[in-house]
């Protein structure tokens, strides 16, 4: 089992010098007086709590590169050669009609007031991180035009430079907020997609749900108890004293103390160059819980969806029964190792319950609820995922209680190529990774003039990010649609659990799945036994 080397990460941008490491300690085996680095013991002398966090922030994405013993690739998907499930009704399954762009890769989730996507994938939640902010254009009309949901993350609000709140500290206006909203809304492509806005501690404290329901109209309000990348409060760094201490002002915990003398004189020395601004860990109880639900149903909203992270059996089977009781609309688990902005490195790599197991945890828990006639709520599994096989795997491994996939840093990244792409371009630069594909944006976006024939000259008004991001979203359906007629199935609803078979016992074990040499045993059986071959 190839497991992540402590000590040395590009992301914490240290190397080990020796070739032999060993192994639990991620030291080298010969460690020398004199070194001149750069493993992170030899970097956090004299970087100290830099070093947690993966760098440089605000240019780069980070995810967790721990080997764990099963995982999707352990799954391998399951093709036939007859029967066909998921038409719509009165097409025949043969030849002529059960072509592969016959599948139809829509769902939809929620209970009263359903959103349906065009792909069964959305957006991790993008929220005060330096990337989100900066590429929001491009992520928020992105997702808008490929039909699916985008999800504005935590601190938003709070962290807006120009954020008005009234006397009782409740927010009065937030153009930051009101731009995400607006830009999202601006090329929705009802009745595909939604925007949800996330709340944490922070935002409640600040109001965020009643401004942007009463102000902004959102529909969807997303709770968060935690996510798949780390178990403590979001976190972003501040590069400017004055920065740090206002956002201290509004109740943020700040560190290092931006307030202390000591502190002030380092930023000046130029030793600390940056603060972390954190959140509040939650703490949640049932009562208070359902009381937040109505709270946000009697405010109009038309959706509640909770955000859970990688946590073990117990807070599991809180959030999926809480949210049965409350008739949440989505519930989406996000399990290790994840992928964000900012996560501490070794606690993103070491910290939580990994996707694979969280995921037949919760299709043990759900099969209970079930059973017991209970309701279940629409479930969406997110970490790690970047392909079309795992939108399969996840879909048929959850039947049929998941109805989408959670994606953080895959969404993201088609986002900033396409805006590079751009600047590019416009710079007379193109790497050779692109260059042979044509010099134009015409020439190198396949789907750009599908785009333009959408939405003629509007197309104009697009940024680049966002026809990476659709064009993304396009190779997913159809690679999808591949997978699933391969499968016969012709809609999101048909798959099953059994079209999935593991390649190791021990995957076996823990999903449920039948292992490669078990499945279909009994059919083979009784088809060498001279029983005829029936479609399932």
């Given at each position: 089992?190839?497991?992540?080397?402590?000590?040395?990460?590009?992301?914490?941008?240290?190397?080990?010098?020796?070739?032999?490491?060993?192994?639990?300690?991620?030291?080298?085996?010969?460690?020398?007086?004199?070194?001149?680095?750069?493993?992170?013991?030899?970097?956090?002398?004299?970087?100290?709590?830099?070093?947690?966090?993966?760098?440089?922030?605000?240019?780069?994405?980070?995810?967790?590169?721990?080997?764990?013993?099963?995982?999707?690739?352990?799954?391998?998907?399951?093709?036939?050669?007859?029967?066909?499930?998921?038409?719509?009704?009165?097409?025949?399954?043969?030849?002529?009609?059960?072509?592969?762009?016959?599948?139809?890769?829509?769902?939809?989730?929620?209970?009263?007031?359903?959103?349906?996507?065009?792909?069964?994938?959305?957006?991790?939640?993008?929220?005060?991180?330096?990337?989100?902010?900066?590429?929001?254009?491009?992520?928020?009309?992105?997702?808008?035009?490929?039909?699916?949901?985008?999800?504005?993350?935590?601190?938003?609000c709070g962290i807006d430079p120009g954020?008005?709140?009234?006397?009782?500290?409740?927010?009065?206006?937030?153009?930051?907020?009101?731009?995400?909203?607006?830009?999202?809304?601006?090329?929705?492509?009802?009745?595909?997609?939604?925007?949800?806005?996330?709340?944490?501690?922070?935002?409640?404290?600040?109001?965020?749900?009643?401004?942007?329901?009463?102000?902004?109209?959102?529909?969807?309000?997303?709770?968060?108890?935690?996510?798949?990348?780390k178990c403590i409060g979001g976190e972003?760094?501040?590069?400017?004293?004055?920065?740090?201490?206002?956002?201290?002002?509004?109740?943020?915990?700040?560190?290092?103390?931006?307030?202390?003398?000591?502190?002030?004189?380092?930023?000046?020395?130029?030793?600390?160059?940056?603060?972390?601004?954190?959140?509040?860990?939650?703490?949640?109880?049932?009562?208070?819980?359902?009381?937040?639900?109505?709270?946000?149903?009697?405010?109009?909203?038309?959706?509640?969806?909770?955000?859970?992270?990688?946590?073990?059996?117990?807070?599991?089977?809180?959030?999926?029964?809480?949210?049965?009781?409350?008739?949440?609309?989505?519930?989406?688990?996000?399990?290790?190792?994840?992928?964000?902005?900012?996560?501490?490195?070794?606690?993103?790599?070491?910290?939580?319950?990994?996707?694979?197991?969280?995921?037949?945890?919760?299709?043990?828990?759900?099969?209970?609820?079930?059973?017991?006639?209970?309701?279940?709520?629409?479930?969406?599994?997110?970490?790690?995922?970047?392909?079309?096989?795992?939108?399969?795997?996840?879909?048929?491994?959850?039947?049929?209680?998941?109805?989408?996939?959670?994606?953080?840093?895959?969404?993201?990244?088609?986002?900033?190529?396409?805006?590079?792409?751009?600047?590019?371009?416009?710079?007379?630069?193109?790497?050779?990774?692109?260059?042979?594909?044509?010099?134009?944006?015409?020439?190198?976006?396949?789907?750009?003039?599908?785009?333009?024939?959408?939405?003629?000259?509007?197309?104009?008004?697009?940024?680049?990010?966002?026809?990476?991001?659709?064009?993304?979203?396009?190779?997913?359906?159809?690679?999808?649609?591949?997978?699933?007629?391969?499968?016969?199935?012709?809609?999101?609803?048909?798959?099953?659990?059994?079209?999935?078979?593991?390649?190791?016992?021990?995957?076996?074990?823990?999903?449920?799945?039948?292992?490669?040499?078990?499945?279909?045993?009994?059919?083979?059986?009784?088809?060498?036994?001279?029983?005829?071959?029936?479609?399932?």
């Amino acid at each position: 089992m190839n497991l992540s080397r402590p000590n040395a990460n590009d992301v914490t941008q240290t190397a080990n010098r020796s070739r032999n490491v060993v192994p639990g300690s991620g030291i080298c085996s010969r460690c020398i007086d004199g070194c001149r680095g750069n493993c992170e013991v030899f970097k956090a002398t004299f970087r100290s709590r830099e070093v947690i966090y993966p760098g440089p922030f605000g240019d780069i994405t980070a995810g967790a590169d721990k080997d764990y013993p099963v995982d999707y690739s352990h799954l391998n998907i399951m093709g036939y050669a007859l029967g066909a499930e998921g038409l719509p009704a009165g097409v025949p399954g043969d030849s002529d009609h059960a072509v592969f762009p016959a599948v139809n890769t829509e769902t939809s989730y929620g209970v009263k007031s359903k959103v349906k996507m065009t792909v069964p994938v959305f957006t991790g939640a993008l929220g005060s991180t330096y990337v989100a902010h900066t590429n929001w254009e491009h992520f928020a009309v992105g997702a808008a035009i490929s039909g699916v949901t985008l999800v504005c993350g935590e601190n938003v609000c709070g962290i807006d430079p120009g954020l008005e709140l009234d006397s009782k500290g409740k927010i009065k206006e937030s153009p930051e907020m009101r731009r995400r909203v607006d830009t999202y809304r601006r090329f929705h492509q009802a009745p595909y997609g939604d925007i949800h806005v996330q709340m944490n501690v922070e935002d409640t404290r600040f109001g965020v749900a009643e401004y942007v329901i009463d102000k902004l109209g959102v529909k969807t309000i997303e709770l968060k108890w935690g996510q798949g990348a780390k178990c403590i409060g979001g976190e972003i760094k501040v590069k400017s004293l004055d920065r740090a201490l206002e956002l201290q002002r509004r109740g943020y915990i700040v560190t290092p103390d931006p307030s202390n003398p000591a502190m002030q004189a380092a930023f000046k020395d130029g030793a600390i160059k940056e603060f972390e601004r954190h959140s509040r860990l939650g703490f949640v109880d049932q009562q208070g819980f359902m009381n937040e639900v109505e709270r946000l149903r009697k405010l109009g909203a038309e959706r509640i969806t909770l955000k859970t992270g990688a946590y073990p059996m117990r807070e599991l089977a809180m959030a999926i029964k809480w949210c049965s009781d409350a008739k949440i609309d989505l519930l989406t688990i996000d399990g290790a190792p994840g992928g964000t902005g900012m996560s501490p490195w070794r606690m993103m790599q070491e910290w939580g319950v990994p996707t694979f197991y969280l995921q037949a945890m919760t299709n043990e828990l759900c099969g209970i609820l079930a059973k017991k006639g209970a309701f279940v709520p629409d479930i969406a599994i997110g970490g790690g995922f970047s392909t079309e096989d795992h939108i399969f795997k996840v879909l048929s491994m959850g039947a049929p209680y998941t109805k989408a996939v959670c994606m953080g840093r895959a969404l993201m990244i088609p986002g900033m190529v396409g805006k590079n792409i751009g600047l590019w371009i416009n710079a007379n630069d193109l790497p050779n990774t692109i260059a042979p594909f044509g010099t134009t944006k015409e020439q190198i976006f396949v789907c750009y003039e599908e785009l333009k024939a959408k939405f003629g000259n509007e197309i104009d008004t697009m940024p680049m990010g966002a026809i990476g991001i659709y064009s993304f979203s396009q190779k997913l359906r159809v690679g999808l649609q591949q997978l699933m007629a391969g499968s016969r199935r012709f809609c999101v609803n048909s798959m099953r659990r059994d079209d999935l078979v593991c390649l190791t016992e021990e995957a076996a074990k823990v999903s449920g799945l039948p292992y490669v040499m078990d499945a279909y045993r009994q059919e083979a059986m009784d088809i060498i036994n001279g029983k005829a071959v029936t479609a399932r």
